[in-house]
């Protein structure tokens, strides 16, 4: 997941817009509330989160460094500056292009990061995710990005959701293939972190996928509902 790049809401009447970012379109919407499975969830950032934040960056760093050009030069003050641009992200109606959640349980205020991005045009949000280290393996970016699937789709101009990740980084593209999202492109690109191959793997979920693919299935079972798939 890259730094979120802030721009200015626009004051519009829509849940989601269209604008023009020199050869990118920017889709502006209200970040949706996300579910949970008991006391796993997603919830918007506070002010307290800042150290949480931080700790978490810092204790992870070996393991972000290569995917993550951010956390090369990681300092409090980035800490400081992400978490009050997603408090503001997070109030009232105000529309965003990125935002970011805090990923918890009721044991840990704070397991991880999960975003939503409007940068691939009007109608797709993209998934972009990290992991405290001291938590991985364990399900939870699985778990998390299902949730969150599931929230960016009940954005009604919301029609598709992306996950994006270099071809070397397996783990990010595990988590899309566990939740049922479709590979559909492989491409070139020029490398943003020390652990990358320069090679992008582009994976896709369409609103019409979503209720019969693995990631719904997930989410029924985990919270004893009937799965509304195939059988």
């Not at 593209?173 to 582009?202: D, N, T």
């Amino acid at each position: 997941m890259r730094v979120l790049a802030w721009s200015i809401a626009v004051a519009v009447d829509a849940e989601g817009v269209s604008m023009s970012h020199g050869t990118l379109a920017e889709f502006w919407f209200v970040p949706p509330e996300v579910g949970a499975i008991g006391s796993f969830g997603c919830r918007r950032f506070v002010l307290d989160d800042v150290d949480r934040v931080y700790d978490a960056v810092y204790s992870s760093k070996g393991e972000l460094r290569p995917w993550m050009p951010w956390a090369k030069d990681y300092h409090r003050a980035m800490a400081e500056e992400f978490v009050r641009r997603n408090v503001e992200a997070g109030s009232g109606d105000t529309l965003v292009n990125e935002v970011s959640y805090v990923v918890h349980d009721d044991e840990h205020p704070f397991l991880g990061s999960f975003g939503l991005m409007g940068r691939l045009g009007v109608g797709t949000l993209e998934i972009g995710y990290w992991v405290d280290s001291r938590y991985t393996r364990q399900g939870i970016a699985t778990r998390a990005a299902a949730l969150l699937t599931e929230a960016a789709l009940t954005i009604p101009t919301v029609s598709a959701i992306e996950i994006h990740h270099d071809r070397a980084n397996h783990a990010s593209g595990a988590v899309a293939s566990r939740l049922g999202y479709r590979k559909v492109s492989i491409r070139s690109r020029h490398p943003q972190a020390p652990g990358e191959e320069g090679v992008e793997v582009r994976w896709r979920m369409e609103r019409s996928e979503w209720l019969a693919c693995a990631g719904a299935q997930l989410l029924a079972r985990a919270r004893g509902e009937q799965w509304l798939g195939p059988d």
